[in-house]
Protein backbone atom coordinates (compact mmCIF):
# COMPACT_ATOMS: atom_id res chain seq x y z
CA UNK A 1 0.00 0.00 0.00
CA UNK A 2 1.67 3.15 -0.87
CA UNK A 3 0.97 6.63 1.58
CA UNK A 4 1.55 10.26 0.60
CA UNK A 5 4.43 12.40 2.46
CA UNK A 6 5.73 15.58 2.69
CA UNK A 7 9.48 15.97 1.95
CA UNK A 8 10.93 19.45 1.61
CA UNK A 9 7.50 21.13 0.82
CA UNK A 10 6.98 18.38 -1.96
CA UNK A 11 4.76 15.71 -1.88
CA UNK A 12 6.12 12.05 -2.59
CA UNK A 13 4.77 8.72 -2.75
CA UNK A 14 6.37 5.71 -0.31
CA UNK A 15 5.66 2.09 0.63
CA UNK A 16 3.59 1.88 4.03
CA UNK A 17 6.05 0.49 6.69
CA UNK A 18 9.19 0.67 4.90
CA UNK A 19 12.00 3.19 6.29
CA UNK A 20 12.12 6.85 5.76
CA UNK A 21 15.78 6.40 4.00
CA UNK A 22 14.42 3.58 1.50
CA UNK A 23 11.56 5.98 0.62
CA UNK A 24 13.85 9.21 -0.14
CA UNK A 25 16.47 7.26 -1.96
CA UNK A 26 13.75 5.45 -4.20
CA UNK A 27 12.44 9.34 -4.99
CA UNK A 28 15.75 10.43 -5.51
CA UNK A 29 16.55 12.76 -2.32
CA UNK A 30 19.87 11.77 -0.95
CA UNK A 31 20.65 11.76 2.56
CA UNK A 32 23.91 11.26 3.92
CA UNK A 33 24.61 7.58 5.77
CA UNK A 34 27.75 5.89 7.87
CA UNK A 35 25.94 2.67 9.30
CA UNK A 36 23.61 2.13 6.76
CA UNK A 37 23.93 -1.34 4.63
CA UNK A 38 22.09 -2.55 1.79
CA UNK A 39 20.24 -5.36 2.59
CA UNK A 40 21.16 -5.28 6.64
CA UNK A 41 18.45 -4.68 9.21
CA UNK A 42 18.84 -1.30 10.37
CA UNK A 43 21.13 -0.02 13.27
CA UNK A 44 20.93 3.78 13.22
CA UNK A 45 24.19 4.03 14.98
CA UNK A 46 25.69 6.56 13.16
CA UNK A 47 23.29 9.52 13.23
CA UNK A 48 24.25 11.12 10.19
CA UNK A 49 21.24 10.28 8.35
CA UNK A 50 18.94 11.93 10.67
CA UNK A 51 15.98 14.17 9.59
CA UNK A 52 13.67 16.82 10.84
CA UNK A 53 10.21 15.27 11.07
CA UNK A 54 7.03 18.14 11.65
CA UNK A 55 5.70 17.14 15.39
CA UNK A 56 8.66 16.03 16.91
CA UNK A 57 10.57 17.29 19.30
CA UNK A 58 13.99 15.37 18.45
CA UNK A 59 15.82 14.72 15.45
CA UNK A 60 14.89 10.97 13.72
CA UNK A 61 17.22 8.41 12.00
CA UNK A 62 15.82 7.87 8.43
CA UNK A 63 17.78 4.45 8.14
CA UNK A 64 15.68 2.83 10.98
CA UNK A 65 12.25 4.98 11.19
CA UNK A 66 9.25 3.97 9.79
CA UNK A 67 7.20 5.92 6.97
CA UNK A 68 4.39 7.31 8.33
CA UNK A 69 1.18 8.75 6.37
CA UNK A 70 1.03 12.40 8.44
CA UNK A 71 4.59 12.50 8.38
CA UNK A 72 5.99 16.17 7.24
CA UNK A 73 10.06 16.05 6.68
CA UNK A 74 13.21 18.02 5.99
CA UNK A 75 16.34 16.57 5.04
CA UNK A 76 18.13 19.21 5.50
CA UNK A 77 17.17 22.04 7.10
CA UNK A 78 19.71 24.27 9.26
CA UNK A 79 18.72 22.10 11.95
CA UNK A 80 19.53 18.66 10.49
CA UNK A 81 22.54 20.01 8.89
CA UNK A 82 24.19 21.25 11.95
CA UNK A 83 23.60 17.63 13.99
CA UNK A 84 25.12 16.21 11.14
CA UNK A 85 28.04 18.08 11.44
CA UNK A 86 28.18 18.17 15.06
CA UNK A 87 28.36 14.30 14.38
CA UNK A 88 30.50 14.11 12.02
CA UNK A 89 33.37 16.37 13.94
CA UNK A 90 32.62 13.80 16.68
CA UNK A 91 33.72 10.72 15.14
CA UNK A 92 36.68 12.93 13.49
CA UNK A 93 37.66 13.91 17.23
CA UNK A 94 38.37 9.81 17.65
CA UNK A 95 40.02 8.94 13.84
CA UNK A 96 43.38 9.58 13.33
CA UNK A 97 44.78 11.77 10.59
CA UNK A 98 47.39 10.58 7.69
CA UNK A 99 45.13 10.55 5.05
CA UNK A 100 47.73 10.75 2.71
CA UNK A 101 49.29 7.38 4.12
CA UNK A 102 45.83 5.92 4.13
CA UNK A 103 45.18 2.65 1.97
CA UNK A 104 41.44 4.14 1.54
CA UNK A 105 42.43 7.92 0.35
CA UNK A 106 39.96 8.91 -1.63
CA UNK A 107 37.66 6.03 -1.55
CA UNK A 108 37.11 6.72 2.00
CA UNK A 109 33.36 7.48 2.96
CA UNK A 110 34.41 9.86 5.92
CA UNK A 111 36.24 11.77 3.51
CA UNK A 112 33.57 11.96 1.34
CA UNK A 113 31.17 12.84 4.00
CA UNK A 114 33.42 15.33 5.21
CA UNK A 115 33.54 17.31 1.75
CA UNK A 116 30.22 17.17 1.90
CA UNK A 117 29.30 19.03 4.69
CA UNK A 118 32.11 21.06 3.98
CA UNK A 119 34.06 20.43 7.08
CA UNK A 120 37.94 21.00 6.56
CA UNK A 121 39.11 21.89 10.39
CA UNK A 122 38.29 20.21 13.66
CA UNK A 123 36.20 21.99 16.04
CA UNK A 124 37.26 19.77 18.56
CA UNK A 125 39.73 18.88 20.15
CA UNK A 126 41.16 15.23 18.76
CA UNK A 127 42.07 12.59 21.20
CA UNK A 128 45.64 11.64 22.15
CA UNK A 129 45.16 7.70 23.11
CA UNK A 130 47.41 5.65 20.73
CA UNK A 131 45.80 2.61 19.84
CA UNK A 132 47.48 -0.30 18.39
CA UNK A 133 47.91 -1.60 15.23
CA UNK A 134 46.71 -5.01 14.69
CA UNK A 135 49.11 -7.31 12.13
CA UNK A 136 48.73 -10.54 13.64
CA UNK A 137 46.74 -11.59 10.54
CA UNK A 138 48.32 -12.88 7.56
CA UNK A 139 45.40 -11.62 4.95
CA UNK A 140 43.66 -8.23 7.34
CA UNK A 141 45.23 -5.30 8.86
CA UNK A 142 43.25 -3.48 11.69
CA UNK A 143 43.92 0.23 12.47
CA UNK A 144 41.78 0.56 15.55
CA UNK A 145 42.51 4.58 15.46
CA UNK A 146 40.79 4.53 12.26
CA UNK A 147 37.52 3.03 13.06
CA UNK A 148 34.31 5.77 13.34
CA UNK A 149 32.51 2.63 15.09
CA UNK A 150 29.91 2.76 12.56
CA UNK A 151 29.66 -1.25 13.10
CA UNK A 152 29.20 -2.25 9.67
CA UNK A 153 32.72 -4.83 10.03
CA UNK A 154 30.78 -6.41 13.31
CA UNK A 155 27.62 -7.52 11.24
CA UNK A 156 28.78 -8.71 8.18
CA UNK A 157 31.38 -10.98 10.13
CA UNK A 158 28.54 -11.67 12.27
CA UNK A 159 25.16 -12.04 9.66
CA UNK A 160 26.90 -13.07 6.75
CA UNK A 161 30.03 -14.96 7.81
CA UNK A 162 28.53 -16.25 11.03
CA UNK A 163 32.00 -16.30 12.41
CA UNK A 164 31.97 -13.35 14.57
CA UNK A 165 35.49 -12.49 15.04
CA UNK A 166 34.93 -8.56 15.65
CA UNK A 167 32.69 -6.93 18.14
CA UNK A 168 32.34 -4.04 20.53
CA UNK A 169 34.50 -3.78 23.26
CA UNK A 170 34.26 -2.01 26.51
CA UNK A 171 31.98 0.94 27.12
CA UNK A 172 31.11 4.71 26.78
CA UNK A 173 34.00 6.94 25.32
CA UNK A 174 36.44 3.88 25.87
CA UNK A 175 34.19 1.80 23.20
CA UNK A 176 35.98 0.35 20.17
CA UNK A 177 36.10 -2.72 17.86
CA UNK A 178 38.28 -5.34 18.61
CA UNK A 179 38.42 -9.11 19.02
CA UNK A 180 37.47 -11.47 21.89
CA UNK A 181 39.82 -10.90 25.15
CA UNK A 182 40.79 -7.63 22.44
CA UNK A 183 43.47 -9.97 20.93
CA UNK A 184 44.59 -10.10 17.62
CA UNK A 185 42.78 -11.29 14.71
CA UNK A 186 44.97 -14.51 14.49
CA UNK A 187 43.51 -15.22 17.75
CA UNK A 188 40.28 -15.12 16.59
CA UNK A 189 37.63 -17.21 14.75
CA UNK A 190 38.73 -14.93 11.57
CA UNK A 191 38.79 -16.52 8.06
CA UNK A 192 40.50 -14.23 6.34
CA UNK A 193 37.82 -13.55 3.64
CA UNK A 194 38.41 -9.87 4.24
CA UNK A 195 34.30 -9.05 3.81
CA UNK A 196 34.74 -6.95 6.23
CA UNK A 197 37.44 -4.35 4.34
CA UNK A 198 34.60 -3.97 1.80
CA UNK A 199 32.41 -2.81 4.32
CA UNK A 200 34.33 -0.71 6.21
CA UNK A 201 34.10 3.20 5.47
CA UNK A 202 37.67 4.18 6.45
CA UNK A 203 41.28 2.41 6.52
CA UNK A 204 40.44 1.07 9.87
CA UNK A 205 40.18 -2.24 7.92
CA UNK A 206 42.66 -3.32 4.88
CA UNK A 207 44.45 -6.25 3.52
CA UNK A 208 48.10 -7.18 4.74
CA UNK A 209 50.33 -5.90 1.94
CA UNK A 210 53.45 -7.35 1.10
CA UNK A 211 52.96 -4.61 -1.80
CA UNK A 212 56.92 -3.75 -1.04
CA UNK A 213 58.48 -7.07 -0.99
CA UNK A 214 56.70 -7.38 -4.12
CA UNK A 215 58.27 -4.74 -5.95
CA UNK A 216 61.36 -5.73 -4.52
CA UNK A 217 61.21 -8.48 -6.32
CA UNK A 218 59.84 -7.60 -9.48
CA UNK A 219 62.79 -5.67 -9.61
CA UNK A 220 65.51 -8.29 -8.91
CA UNK A 221 67.57 -8.82 -11.62
CA UNK A 222 68.29 -12.38 -10.78
CA UNK A 223 64.53 -13.81 -10.20
CA UNK A 224 62.37 -14.54 -12.96
CA UNK A 225 58.50 -12.74 -12.04
CA UNK A 226 55.53 -14.54 -13.21
CA UNK A 227 51.88 -13.67 -13.27
CA UNK A 228 48.97 -15.71 -12.33
CA UNK A 229 45.88 -13.71 -12.95
CA UNK A 230 42.12 -14.95 -10.90
CA UNK A 231 39.68 -14.69 -13.47
CA UNK A 232 37.88 -12.71 -10.85
CA UNK A 233 40.14 -10.21 -10.56
CA UNK A 234 40.23 -9.58 -14.83
CA UNK A 235 36.72 -9.29 -14.86
CA UNK A 236 37.00 -6.30 -11.71
CA UNK A 237 40.15 -4.42 -12.58
CA UNK A 238 38.32 -2.51 -14.93
CA UNK A 239 37.04 -0.47 -13.00
CA UNK A 240 39.88 1.13 -11.35
CA UNK A 241 40.75 2.38 -14.39
CA UNK A 242 37.33 4.32 -15.29
CA UNK A 243 36.53 1.42 -18.04
CA UNK A 244 32.58 -0.10 -18.07
CA UNK A 245 32.00 -2.45 -15.51
CA UNK A 246 32.03 -5.76 -16.92
CA UNK A 247 34.58 -5.29 -19.74
CA UNK A 248 36.37 -7.79 -20.01
CA UNK A 249 40.49 -7.19 -18.69
CA UNK A 250 42.66 -9.88 -19.36
CA UNK A 251 44.71 -9.05 -22.54
CA UNK A 252 44.51 -5.09 -21.74
CA UNK A 253 45.94 -6.18 -18.05
CA UNK A 254 48.42 -9.12 -19.41
CA UNK A 255 50.08 -6.28 -21.46
CA UNK A 256 50.87 -3.97 -18.72
CA UNK A 257 51.92 -6.07 -16.63
CA UNK A 258 54.46 -7.44 -18.97
CA UNK A 259 55.38 -3.65 -19.70
CA UNK A 260 56.17 -3.84 -15.48
CA UNK A 261 58.50 -6.45 -15.54
CA UNK A 262 56.89 -9.72 -15.51
CA UNK A 263 58.00 -12.39 -17.63
CA UNK A 264 55.14 -14.30 -18.12
CA UNK A 265 51.99 -13.74 -17.92
CA UNK A 266 49.49 -16.72 -16.48
CA UNK A 267 45.37 -17.06 -16.07
CA UNK A 268 44.67 -19.29 -13.45
CA UNK A 269 41.84 -20.93 -15.49
CA UNK A 270 43.28 -23.99 -17.22
CA UNK A 271 44.20 -24.96 -13.27
CA UNK A 272 41.01 -24.15 -12.16
CA UNK A 273 39.27 -26.54 -14.88
CA UNK A 274 41.94 -28.96 -14.48
CA UNK A 275 41.13 -29.04 -10.57
CA UNK A 276 38.00 -29.48 -11.88
CA UNK A 277 38.81 -33.04 -13.62
CA UNK A 278 40.80 -34.29 -10.62
CA UNK A 279 37.72 -33.06 -8.14
CA UNK A 280 35.04 -34.97 -10.37
CA UNK A 281 37.48 -38.03 -10.00
CA UNK A 282 37.89 -38.12 -6.65
CA UNK A 283 33.63 -37.26 -6.40
CA UNK A 284 33.27 -40.42 -8.28
CA UNK A 285 35.70 -42.35 -6.15
CA UNK A 286 34.27 -41.90 -2.52
CA UNK A 287 30.58 -41.51 -3.89
CA UNK A 288 28.97 -45.30 -3.33
CA UNK A 289 31.15 -45.83 0.28
CA UNK A 290 29.62 -42.72 1.55
CA UNK A 291 26.46 -43.01 0.18
CA UNK A 292 23.97 -39.26 1.04
CA UNK A 293 27.05 -38.03 3.26
CA UNK A 294 27.31 -34.86 1.08
CA UNK A 295 31.18 -33.74 0.30
CA UNK A 296 32.47 -30.63 -0.18
CA UNK A 297 34.65 -28.63 -2.54
CA UNK A 298 37.98 -27.25 -1.61
CA UNK A 299 38.31 -24.71 -3.46
CA UNK A 300 37.81 -21.39 -1.40
CA UNK A 301 40.70 -20.92 1.05
CA UNK A 302 38.10 -19.06 3.79
CA UNK A 303 35.85 -21.46 3.88
CA UNK A 304 38.35 -23.93 4.53
CA UNK A 305 39.78 -22.23 7.03
CA UNK A 306 35.68 -21.81 8.60
CA UNK A 307 35.55 -25.89 8.22
CA UNK A 308 39.43 -26.37 10.11
CA UNK A 309 38.54 -24.44 13.06
CA UNK A 310 35.09 -24.39 14.11
CA UNK A 311 33.23 -27.49 11.86
CA UNK A 312 35.85 -30.20 12.73
CA UNK A 313 33.19 -32.90 12.08
CA UNK A 314 33.47 -32.05 8.47
CA UNK A 315 37.02 -32.14 7.84
CA UNK A 316 36.63 -35.89 6.04
CA UNK A 317 33.67 -34.67 3.96
CA UNK A 318 36.19 -31.93 2.33
CA UNK A 319 37.58 -33.47 -1.28
CA UNK A 320 41.08 -33.57 -0.55
CA UNK A 321 41.89 -31.43 -4.50
CA UNK A 322 44.43 -28.92 -4.06
CA UNK A 323 42.76 -25.44 -5.99
CA UNK A 324 44.43 -25.04 -9.61
CA UNK A 325 46.04 -21.85 -8.33
CA UNK A 326 48.46 -24.24 -5.77
CA UNK A 327 48.62 -27.12 -9.50
CA UNK A 328 50.11 -24.01 -11.92
CA UNK A 329 52.30 -22.67 -9.01
CA UNK A 330 53.84 -26.04 -8.80
CA UNK A 331 54.27 -26.48 -12.62
CA UNK A 332 55.50 -23.05 -12.83
CA UNK A 333 58.67 -23.52 -10.54
CA UNK A 334 58.91 -26.62 -11.34
CA UNK A 335 59.35 -25.80 -15.39
CA UNK A 336 61.62 -22.33 -14.66
CA UNK A 337 64.37 -22.57 -12.04
CA UNK A 338 64.60 -19.16 -10.06
CA UNK A 339 60.76 -18.61 -10.62
CA UNK A 340 59.04 -16.02 -8.06
CA UNK A 341 55.01 -16.79 -8.83
CA UNK A 342 52.98 -13.73 -7.91
CA UNK A 343 49.16 -14.79 -7.39
CA UNK A 344 47.15 -11.81 -8.64
CA UNK A 345 43.65 -12.26 -7.15
CA UNK A 346 40.42 -11.14 -5.90
CA UNK A 347 40.70 -13.83 -2.51
CA UNK A 348 41.88 -12.18 1.16
CA UNK A 349 41.92 -15.20 1.84
CA UNK A 350 44.88 -16.43 -0.08
CA UNK A 351 47.49 -14.09 1.37
CA UNK A 352 46.84 -17.01 4.43
CA UNK A 353 47.57 -19.72 2.11
CA UNK A 354 51.58 -19.03 2.07
CA UNK A 355 51.98 -18.97 5.93
CA UNK A 356 49.90 -22.49 6.20
CA UNK A 357 51.69 -25.62 7.51
CA UNK A 358 51.46 -27.26 4.48
CA UNK A 359 53.75 -24.95 2.78
CA UNK A 360 56.48 -26.01 4.82
CA UNK A 361 56.42 -29.65 3.48
CA UNK A 362 55.58 -28.56 -0.10
CA UNK A 363 56.79 -25.53 -0.64
CA UNK A 364 56.08 -25.27 -4.75
CA UNK A 365 52.41 -25.24 -4.34
CA UNK A 366 52.48 -21.82 -3.24
CA UNK A 367 53.40 -18.69 -4.85
CA UNK A 368 55.83 -16.29 -3.37
CA UNK A 369 53.49 -13.27 -3.22
CA UNK A 370 49.60 -12.92 -3.18
CA UNK A 371 48.31 -9.21 -4.49
CA UNK A 372 45.00 -8.66 -4.05
CA UNK A 373 42.67 -6.59 -7.05
CA UNK A 374 43.90 -2.91 -4.94
CA UNK A 375 47.66 -4.26 -5.01
CA UNK A 376 47.54 -4.72 -8.31
CA UNK A 377 45.86 -1.62 -9.17
CA UNK A 378 49.01 0.32 -7.48
CA UNK A 379 51.31 -1.63 -9.36
CA UNK A 380 50.24 -0.60 -12.26
CA UNK A 381 50.37 3.44 -10.95
CA UNK A 382 54.04 3.29 -9.33
CA UNK A 383 55.39 2.01 -12.73
CA UNK A 384 53.54 4.89 -14.48
CA UNK A 385 51.57 2.84 -16.56
CA UNK A 386 48.72 5.07 -18.35
CA UNK A 387 46.11 1.85 -19.50
CA UNK A 388 43.96 4.46 -21.91
CA UNK A 389 46.97 5.21 -23.91
CA UNK A 390 48.04 1.17 -23.71
CA UNK A 391 47.95 -0.78 -27.16
CA UNK A 392 47.22 -4.01 -26.39
CA UNK A 393 49.68 -6.61 -26.65
CA UNK A 394 48.58 -10.28 -28.56
CA UNK A 395 49.71 -12.75 -25.26
CA UNK A 396 50.43 -16.32 -25.82
CA UNK A 397 49.24 -17.94 -22.52
CA UNK A 398 50.76 -21.68 -23.01
CA UNK A 399 48.35 -23.04 -20.67
CA UNK A 400 44.65 -23.85 -22.08
CA UNK A 401 44.24 -22.28 -25.58
CA UNK A 402 41.38 -24.97 -25.64
CA UNK A 403 40.18 -24.43 -21.78
CA UNK A 404 37.66 -21.62 -20.61
CA UNK A 405 35.69 -23.54 -18.26
CA UNK A 406 37.96 -22.91 -15.53
CA UNK A 407 36.55 -18.77 -15.68
CA UNK A 408 33.28 -20.33 -14.13
CA UNK A 409 35.30 -20.54 -10.42
CA UNK A 410 34.80 -16.73 -10.47
CA UNK A 411 31.26 -17.25 -9.26
CA UNK A 412 28.65 -19.54 -7.28
CA UNK A 413 27.85 -22.09 -8.39
CA UNK A 414 30.31 -21.89 -11.80
CA UNK A 415 32.79 -24.81 -10.39
CA UNK A 416 29.86 -26.75 -10.41
CA UNK A 417 28.65 -25.83 -13.94
CA UNK A 418 32.41 -26.77 -14.70
CA UNK A 419 32.14 -30.04 -13.13
CA UNK A 420 28.30 -31.09 -15.53
CA UNK A 421 30.37 -30.06 -18.45
CA UNK A 422 33.44 -32.85 -17.16
CA UNK A 423 30.35 -35.19 -16.62
CA UNK A 424 28.55 -35.03 -19.81
CA UNK A 425 32.24 -35.19 -21.67
CA UNK A 426 32.63 -38.55 -19.93
CA UNK A 427 29.15 -39.81 -19.75
CA UNK A 428 27.64 -38.91 -22.92
CA UNK A 429 24.30 -40.34 -22.12
CA UNK A 430 24.05 -38.17 -19.30
CA UNK A 431 21.03 -35.54 -19.91
CA UNK A 432 21.08 -32.10 -17.77
CA UNK A 433 19.16 -29.80 -19.43
CA UNK A 434 19.89 -26.29 -19.63
CA UNK A 435 17.05 -25.17 -17.30
CA UNK A 436 18.63 -27.10 -14.72
CA UNK A 437 22.10 -25.85 -15.02
CA UNK A 438 20.75 -22.39 -15.20
CA UNK A 439 19.35 -22.63 -11.73
CA UNK A 440 23.34 -22.77 -10.53
CA UNK A 441 23.61 -19.43 -12.24
CA UNK A 442 22.65 -15.67 -10.54
CA UNK A 443 23.08 -14.21 -7.76
CA UNK A 444 20.75 -16.06 -5.51
CA UNK A 445 22.62 -16.97 -1.94
CA UNK A 446 21.89 -21.17 -2.13
CA UNK A 447 21.57 -22.78 -5.82
CA UNK A 448 20.46 -26.41 -6.08
CA UNK A 449 19.85 -28.30 -9.20
CA UNK A 450 19.71 -32.56 -9.81
CA UNK A 451 20.19 -34.53 -12.39
CA UNK A 452 20.57 -38.15 -13.66
CA UNK A 453 23.80 -40.58 -13.61
CA UNK A 454 23.67 -44.37 -14.12
CA UNK A 455 19.77 -44.34 -13.07
CA UNK A 456 20.94 -42.29 -9.45
CA UNK A 457 20.17 -38.78 -8.86
CA UNK A 458 22.66 -36.51 -8.18
CA UNK A 459 22.36 -33.29 -6.55
CA UNK A 460 24.59 -30.92 -6.63
CA UNK A 461 24.25 -27.26 -3.89
CA UNK A 462 26.13 -24.07 -4.25
CA UNK A 463 26.09 -21.87 -1.38
CA UNK A 464 27.49 -18.59 -0.90
CA UNK A 465 27.89 -16.82 2.53
CA UNK A 466 28.42 -19.03 5.55
CA UNK A 467 25.74 -18.16 7.35
CA UNK A 468 23.71 -19.24 4.15
CA UNK A 469 25.70 -22.26 4.70
CA UNK A 470 24.95 -22.71 7.86
CA UNK A 471 21.32 -22.50 7.23
CA UNK A 472 20.89 -24.94 4.14
CA UNK A 473 23.07 -27.59 7.24
CA UNK A 474 20.01 -27.46 9.16
CA UNK A 475 17.51 -26.98 6.46
CA UNK A 476 19.08 -30.64 4.91
CA UNK A 477 19.42 -32.04 8.09
CA UNK A 478 15.04 -32.45 8.32
CA UNK A 479 14.72 -32.97 4.80
CA UNK A 480 15.24 -36.89 3.38
CA UNK A 481 17.30 -35.44 0.21
CA UNK A 482 20.63 -34.63 0.85
CA UNK A 483 23.31 -33.08 -1.29
CA UNK A 484 25.84 -35.31 -2.70
CA UNK A 485 28.58 -32.37 -4.10
CA UNK A 486 28.11 -28.89 -2.32
CA UNK A 487 30.43 -25.80 -3.44
CA UNK A 488 30.86 -22.97 -0.91
CA UNK A 489 32.08 -19.78 -1.40
CA UNK A 490 32.97 -17.53 1.76
CA UNK A 491 32.21 -14.49 -0.66
CA UNK A 492 28.40 -13.91 -0.96
CA UNK A 493 28.05 -14.59 -4.63
CA UNK A 494 31.97 -15.88 -4.79
CA UNK A 495 35.39 -14.34 -6.03
CA UNK A 496 33.70 -11.63 -7.79
CA UNK A 497 32.44 -10.46 -4.50
CA UNK A 498 35.94 -11.28 -2.79
CA UNK A 499 37.51 -9.27 -0.17
CA UNK A 500 40.09 -8.25 -2.60
CA UNK A 501 37.85 -6.71 -5.03
CA UNK A 502 37.67 -2.69 -5.70
CA UNK A 503 36.26 -1.52 -2.49
CA UNK A 504 33.48 0.64 -4.49
CA UNK A 505 31.89 -2.24 -5.60
CA UNK A 506 27.77 -2.28 -5.74
CA UNK A 507 25.21 -4.48 -7.34
CA UNK A 508 25.32 -3.16 -10.50
CA UNK A 509 28.98 -3.98 -10.49
CA UNK A 510 28.96 -7.37 -9.24
CA UNK A 511 26.15 -8.19 -12.02
CA UNK A 512 28.55 -6.49 -14.55
CA UNK A 513 31.16 -9.25 -12.97
CA UNK A 514 29.02 -12.19 -13.24
CA UNK A 515 28.24 -10.98 -16.96
CA UNK A 516 32.10 -10.35 -18.22
CA UNK A 517 32.67 -14.04 -16.90
CA UNK A 518 30.40 -15.41 -18.54
CA UNK A 519 31.66 -13.24 -22.03
CA UNK A 520 34.95 -14.94 -20.89
CA UNK A 521 32.96 -18.82 -20.79
CA UNK A 522 31.58 -17.77 -24.41
CA UNK A 523 34.91 -18.02 -25.38
CA UNK A 524 34.82 -22.25 -24.32
CA UNK A 525 35.35 -24.53 -27.82
CA UNK A 526 34.46 -28.18 -25.82
CA UNK A 527 35.44 -28.87 -22.78
CA UNK A 528 38.31 -31.63 -22.13
CA UNK A 529 38.29 -34.49 -19.71
CA UNK A 530 41.37 -34.19 -17.16
CA UNK A 531 42.73 -37.39 -19.08
CA UNK A 532 42.81 -35.61 -22.11
CA UNK A 533 43.56 -32.21 -20.95
CA UNK A 534 47.05 -30.75 -22.90
CA UNK A 535 49.75 -29.75 -21.14
CA UNK A 536 51.72 -27.05 -22.61
CA UNK A 537 54.42 -28.52 -24.92
CA UNK A 538 57.59 -27.12 -22.98
CA UNK A 539 56.74 -28.51 -19.50
CA UNK A 540 57.71 -31.74 -18.27
CA UNK A 541 55.15 -33.54 -16.71
CA UNK A 542 54.37 -36.32 -14.13
CA UNK A 543 51.18 -36.98 -12.74
CA UNK A 544 52.71 -37.93 -9.08
CA UNK A 545 54.15 -34.60 -9.18
CA UNK A 546 50.84 -32.89 -7.95
CA UNK A 547 49.87 -34.65 -4.82
CA UNK A 548 46.58 -33.63 -5.11
CA UNK A 549 45.87 -34.42 -1.37
CA UNK A 550 46.82 -31.84 1.38
CA UNK A 551 49.42 -32.36 3.83
CA UNK A 552 47.80 -31.11 6.67
CA UNK A 553 44.39 -30.88 7.06
CA UNK A 554 43.74 -30.58 11.02
CA UNK A 555 41.58 -28.72 13.20
CA UNK A 556 43.15 -25.17 14.02
CA UNK A 557 43.84 -24.83 17.64
Known sequence: MNVEIEV??????????????????ANGIHVPTLCHLEGFKPSGACRICVVEAEGRRELIPSCSHPVEEWMKIKTHSPRV??????ILELLLTCHSGGCINCDKNQTCELQELAAELNISEHSYIPGSRRKRIDVTSPSVLRDPAKCVLCGRCV????????????????????????????KGLNYSSCIHCGQCILVCPTGALQEKSSFDAAVRALQDSGGYPVALIDPALAASMNEWFGYKPGLDFTNLLATALKRIGFRKVYSSAWGNEYETGLAVDEFFKLRKERGDRPLFL??????????EQSRPDLLNDLLPVRPGRQIMTHLLKKQQ???????LTACTAAKSEIQSQDRISRPTFYPDFVLTAREVYKLIRLFGIRMEDLAVETQQDLFGAQ?????????TGGYLEAGLRIIRSRYPGTSVPHDKIAKLKGL?????????????NIHLAAIGGIAHFEDWLKETASRKKQAHLVEVMACPNGCINGGGQPITGSERNLRARIKAVGEMDDLYSGVQTREKMEIPFDFTWAEDDLEIKFGIRSVIR
Open 444 to 456: KDIKECSFELEGD
Open 337 to 343: EGSVVFY
Open 403 to 411: VRSGYLHAV
Open 298 to 307: SGCPAFVRYV
Open 155 to 182: RVCEEVEEVAALDFLRRGSRTEVGTVLD
Open 81 to 86: IKARRT
Open 8 to 25: NGKMIKAKKGEVILDALN
